[in-house]
């Protein structure tokens, strides 16, 4: 881990995170490493937000750092992806009461480069929504992203609807809070700590 450029991010030092990104990545550190050292980072921009040490303003600006870095990752990302036919069906979004979208987006990112076809709901998004999308195309596996303590309620609310309209689907969660404790509450099938995780326990499921 590149702890200069996770503590860049999480102090909102923007020159120094683009700049630290560019150099990591000229010479020869993994991309994905680096937007690892970015989930870092946001986790603890999350944390600062959840005891008061931080507010809104800051949030929006470190998601505004992250889309920089992530526009700056994307070539090099692109050249270690596999080009081939569809490996499966996503539908992803962040639940219901949370508007945060920097972690979904990255894992819709890696999941579209990896193969997949993912349809994106954007955030707040209630249950009934992804139901109706599963339904409508066919999607085998439903990512729910959620960055705050609130999203508990709502993710679990949202494996509920699914599991009685569509069972057969597999759910994974995933987001700066997310843990085993929280999938075994949600009754999700999976979780994933990053965009990684969530590729990997895509291509698990459809037998990649």
């Not at 970015?38 to 986790?43: E, G, I, K, Y």
């Not at 069972?167 to 987001?175: C, L």
């Not at 075994?184 to 969530?198: F, L």
Request: charged share 25%; glycine share 10%.
């Amino acid at each position: 881990m590149a702890q200069e450029l996770v503590q860049a991010i999480a102090d909102l030092n923007e020159k120094e995170a683009v700049a630290l990104t560019r150099s990591l990545l000229e010479k020869g550190v993994s991309p994905l490493e680096v937007l690892d050292d970015c989930r870092a980072a946001m986790q603890i921009v999350g944390e600062r937000f959840e005891s008061k040490q931080a507010f809104i303003p800051e949030l929006i600006f470190a998601g505004e750092i992250l889309k920089q870095i992530t526009e700056i990752v994307k070539p090099y990302l692109q050249r270690e992806a596999t080009a081939g036919k569809k490996l499966g069906k996503v539908v992803i979004g962040t639940v219901q009461g949370d508007i945060h979208d920097i972690g979904k987006n990255i894992v819709v990112f890696m999941l579209e480069i990896n193969g997949f076809d993912v349809t994106d709901l954007g955030v707040d998004v209630p249950a009934e929504r992804f139901v109706q999308a599963v339904k409508e195309n066919g999607a085998g596996i439903v990512g729910l992203s959620g960055f705050l303590t609130v999203a508990y309620e709502p993710m679990k609310q949202t494996v509920q609807a699914l599991r009685s309209a569509v069972p057969e689907v597999k759910i994974m969660i995933g987001g700066g809070p997310i843990n085993e404790q929280i999938r075994e509450y949600t009754g999700a099938d999976a979780w994933g700590k990053n965009a990684v995780d969530a590729v990997v326990i895509a291509k698990q499921w459809v037998g990649a």
